[in-house]
């Protein structure tokens, strides 16, 4: 088999990419392919991540030295991560191995185009060397392929696990009882949480006994600063970063998920709700929409319009019918264009297609 080395986020990282890297510990993956992980950031203060980087350096100078690696894969975003990445680029081709560069980011436009001239040649410099891009949505590679070659840009979408066992008949209709609405991620203006507590006010107004649950860190806030006590108290609860069991049980017990975001590429959170067959309420903004189907598996509104985010929500806790179909919609598109299987399938691609290349690096 081949030999590949995946550099990615220590595995309990919050956010994102540390969901998508996590899913391929133990996966049909690496029954193709021989995985080597290297960990290169984690949480934390800014010692331990400089710690985690050099440690990652040392360790993937000591594989390259060791195995024969045919490709790397290095998952990334945009600002600090892109610095973190160019030891690993630079040492991949000096020794001519190819580069796949796997980008989850959302802000290209202010960490590139927004740049200095010295900031935009050093990307073009360390990207152009890269063998193959992967962006998450058709929208980004159209975005990427204004500065680089659209050849070397692959669009793979993220992946979500379906648990068709949440359509079971009794299991709706005792979430649909229960009136819980699930945010995942990290408690912040750019996911929204500003607008977060006047979308609660209007929720509550209407459905009182409607539960807002906030599984994520950061800044609460920013959710209960305009709540009255009583709602924070009896609406609002904030179980911190949840993981494993305690993400399992969220997901299964809630009905609904709104994510409120400023900016986003392709949202695990989004994709983990519909696993469970969980509709979401979110913002019509950068790939969410080709995730949420508008009015099929969820509702998409407009940036901080939160009369509309309250209406839609609204929606789904009183109308039991529209609630079910767009939950088993869910599980149906999840099948369609979002499995874990898909997902491989186009990663293992890309694999034989760099290693096979001739002009990598």
């Not at 990652?56 to 290095?74: G, Q």
Request: overall charge positive.
């Amino acid at each position: 088999m081949k030999n590949i080395c995946m550099i990615v986020q220590q595995r309990d990282v919050h956010g994102g990419i540390a969901a998508v890297t996590n899913g391929y510990y133990g996966s049909s993956l690496e029954k193709k392919f021989n995985i080597f992980y290297i960990e290169s950031y984690c949480d934390g203060s800014k010692t331990a991540k400089l710690k985690k980087a050099l440690k990652a350096y040392v360790s993937f100078h000591k594989l390259l030295r060791k195995k024969n690696i045919d490709a790397v894969h290095i998952h990334t975003s945009f600002g600090p991560s892109f610095y973190r990445e160019i030891p690993f680029i630079l040492m991949s081709c000096n020794r001519k191995i190819p580069v796949i560069n796997h980008i989850h980011g959302s802000a290209f436009d202010v960490f590139y185009e927004n740049a200095s001239d010295f900031k935009k040649k050093l990307v073009r410099k360390w990207y152009g060397k890269c063998s193959r891009m992967i962006v998450l949505t058709e929208h980004w590679k159209k975005v990427l392929s204004r500065t680089f070659p659209i050849d070397r840009i692959e669009v793979v979408s993220n992946y979500s696990k379906p648990q068709a066992s949440m359509l079971d008949e009794k299991v709706m209709k005792k979430r649909f009882e229960a009136k819980k609405i699930l945010f995942l991620g990290v408690i912040t203006k750019g996911k929204g949480m500003e607008e977060a507590p006047f979308i609660i006010q209007k929720v509550v107004e209407k459905v009182p006994k409607a539960k807002f649950i906030f599984g994520g860190v950061g800044d609460t806030s920013l959710v209960t600063n305009s709540l009255s006590e009583e709602i924070v108290q009896h609406n609002v609860v904030f179980p911190g970063w949840v993981t494993d069991d305690k993400k399992d049980s969220l997901l299964k017990d809630s009905m609904l998920f709104f994510l409120p975001s400023h900016m986003e590429a392709m949202p695990m959170s989004i994709l983990d709700a519909f696993g469970y067959a969980l509709p979401c309420v979110a913002t019509n903004i950068g790939g969410i929409p080709q995730l949420v189907e508008d009015k099929t598996n969820g509702t998409l509104c407009e940036l901080k319009n939160t009369d509309q985010f309250a209406r839609a929500i609204i929606s789904y806790l009183t109308d039991y019918e529209f609630f079910k179909q767009t939950s088993e919609n869910c599980i149906k598109i999840v099948n369609e264009k979002f499995s874990f299987d898909i997902h491989v399938e186009k990663l293992e691609k890309i694999y034989v297609k760099v290693i096979n290349d001739s002009n990598n690096c």
